[in-house]
């Protein structure tokens, strides 16, 4: 099911004294409708049935309008259209029809020239961005050389009979062997003490280029800056997907599983940045909001911060 735009969320300061230069989020959202201009588009898996099933806390069903909340009074700068396409709600426990509903709708934004942005919700958000992206993509080109960069403390490549919010890039894993597609998967941030052995030989396995959260500090940015370049010139299409508990607890409290150590904002955002300057962005989301969890919304401004970054 998919809910439109919630208007109470896009609310916020009005400077009527400075002008047309001093527009913020809320004033220049528009709601999506057929046809329109491409631009941004927001899209939202409002769903924490995944963090359940991987026995974590729940409450990031309410990511995407806290989200929405944060972004609503930042400074706006673009120039092309931003749109907000509503949220995809997860009914009951029906979390693969969530996912399926969801990643029909990033495949029509994409169809319709937008650059889609997702608000979550945990991270089985990630195997529904993805579908939809490759989807759109496999119409276009047989066999498109797809990178996902993950921000994350956790490879979240976890065997289980069922999916959720620890098995989303083993189900893109499986899809790209199944389609016949190239697996690319760099994770940046990973916790040693955070993923068990086995974890880390499925990674090996599926050739997976990661970087641990201690090796990512400011005084080894040029390495992990080389690292990430290496990664991107490989690809065509980039699909990246910021996991919050990437952070430390300390800046990003309002998580499913808060991490003791993580990677500081400071060096995330720029490797963010880094990544959609190389110009093959095609798909990008944000996870594990967790508002029940946050304190003075400190979660869900860096969320909003790193989005942001994200826009057209």
Not at 32 to 50: I, N
Not at 103 to 115: M, P
Request: charged share 20%.
């Amino acid at each position: 099911m998919t809910d439109h735009l919630s208007q109470p969320a896009w609310q916020g300061r009005i400077d009527t004294g400075e002008g047309a230069s001093a527009l913020r989020w809320h004033q220049w959202v528009q709601p999506l409708a057929e046809r329109q201009v491409p631009g941004t588009a927001l899209v939202g898996l409002a769903c924490d049935e995944g963090v359940s099933r991987n026995q974590g806390r729940t409450g990031a069903r309410q990511g995407p309008q806290a989200l929405r909340k944060a972004l609503a009074n930042l400074a706006w700068r673009g120039e092309r259209p931003l749109y907000d396409s509503g949220d995809t709600t997860c009914q009951g426990t029906d979390l693969e029809g969530a996912q399926k509903a969801y990643a029909e709708q990033v495949t029509r934004l994409l169809d319709q020239g937008h650059l889609p942005l997702g608000m979550g919700g945990g991270h089985e958000i990630a195997y529904a961005s993805f579908l939809g992206l490759a989807r759109h993509l496999r119409r276009l080109e047989q066999r498109p050389r797809i990178g996902i960069l993950n921000f994350d403390a956790h490879f979240d490549l976890r065997s289980a009979e069922q999916s959720s919010s620890g098995t989303p890039f083993r189900q893109i894993a499986e899809y790209c062997e199944q389609a016949g597609l190239a697996f690319d998967y760099c994770c940046l941030g990973v916790s040693e003490l955070n993923n068990t052995q086995a974890l880390f030989e499925q990674a090996h396995r599926l050739n997976v280029r990661y970087c641990l959260d201690r090796q990512m500090q400011p005084w080894n940015i040029a390495q992990i800056e080389a690292f990430l370049d290496a990664f991107l010139a490989g690809i065509d299409h980039l699909y990246m997907t910021i996991c919050l508990d990437v952070l430390p607890a300390s800046q990003a409290p309002g998580v499913s599983a808060p991490s003791a150590h993580g990677v500081d904002l400071m060096v995330v955002e720029h490797l963010v940045r880094r990544a959609k300057a190389c110009g093959k962005l095609r798909m990008a989301d944000v996870a594990e909001l967790n508002p029940a969890l946050d304190q003075d919304m400190r979660t869900a401004r860096i969320a909003a911060r790193l989005l942001a970054s994200l826009a057209d």
